[in-house]
């Protein structure tokens, strides 16, 4: 799931092998890519180009087209995440059939050759998303932590205090801040960038529910520019709003 610069909304739907959109304050699907297989995440540049990771690789849709543009079409490859930074390099996670995974580079567009940024034993990120001064942070399920590449370094550091157990999916607001979506724990929580801590801001940890106030195994989330939160829950097939108030959210 994720936002453009004009708020609209941008979902893979996995189930019906299409890329939805809806449109800023509409509840209206509009499949602007479909004959994928099973597409796990997608992420919109700020030109509107549309990208897509399935389980036959990775994909770009240009602004507009009715016909995408594959990047890398291995078969039998499983991409969980995909990001595209400020120089167009994009990153995806590919999970194995054992659930371990790594994170690769493609430096653009046109770029044929990858580069593995990690592959560590039992690795599996989940989500990940990259800063304005190309820090990476990523979600690693295999692990239940938050890690942090810093610009051009691929070892990773540990995030202290990351507030989530089973992290399938990150996103970051326009502040930093980023927000963590705990599969297993039904809940996100936002992780301060400044100060270091975290705190549950939608969902009732370890608690699922079918009411407005619980979540049941949410898989992921986006940040529009006002600062209100976007959840996709899996087991209530839908997507849940929280309004951003005075500073807290609210379902």
């Excluded at 810093?150 to 930093?176: A, F, H, L, Q, W």
Aim: proline share 4%; charged share 20%; glycine share 8%.
């Amino acid at each position: 799931m994720c936002i453009d610069n004009d708020d609209n909304l941008f979902l893979a739907d996995s189930s019906n092998h299409r890329i939805v959109k809806y449109i800023k304050d509409s509840n209206v699907p509009i499949t602007v890519a479909s004959g994928l297989y099973y597409p796990s995440d997608v992420f919109v540049d700020p030109l509107n180009n549309i990208f897509i990771v399935d389980r036959n690789g990775i994909h770009m849709w240009p602004v507009d087209s009715t016909k995408g543009v594959t990047v890398d079409d291995s078969r039998n490859r499983s991409f969980a995440a995909i990001y595209v930074n400020s120089k167009a390099e994009i990153y995806a996670a590919e999970v194995f059939a054992n659930f371990t995974g790594r994170m690769i580079k493609y430096s653009s567009l046109n770029s044929t050759s990858e580069t593995v940024i990690d592959d560590t034993p039992g690795y599996h990120v989940a989500g990940l998303v990259i800063d304005q001064c190309d820090n990476i942070y990523v979600g690693d399920r295999g692990y239940d932590r938050l890690l942090k590449y810093p610009r051009g370094i691929n070892s990773p550091e540990v995030m202290p205090n990351p507030g989530v157990s089973d992290p399938i999916d990150i996103t970051m607001d326009k502040y930093g801040n980023m927000y963590l979506v705990d599969y297993s724990g039904h809940y996100v929580s936002r992780w301060s960038v400044k100060y270091g801590g975290s705190h549950i801001i939608a969902g009732v940890i370890h608690v699922q529910g079918y009411d407005d106030e619980h979540l049941y195994n949410p898989v992921s989330a986006a940040i529009d520019s006002n600062g209100n939160l976007y959840v996709g829950d899996s087991k209530k097939g839908r997507i849940q709003k929280f309004v951003l108030e005075s500073g807290d959210l609210y379902c």
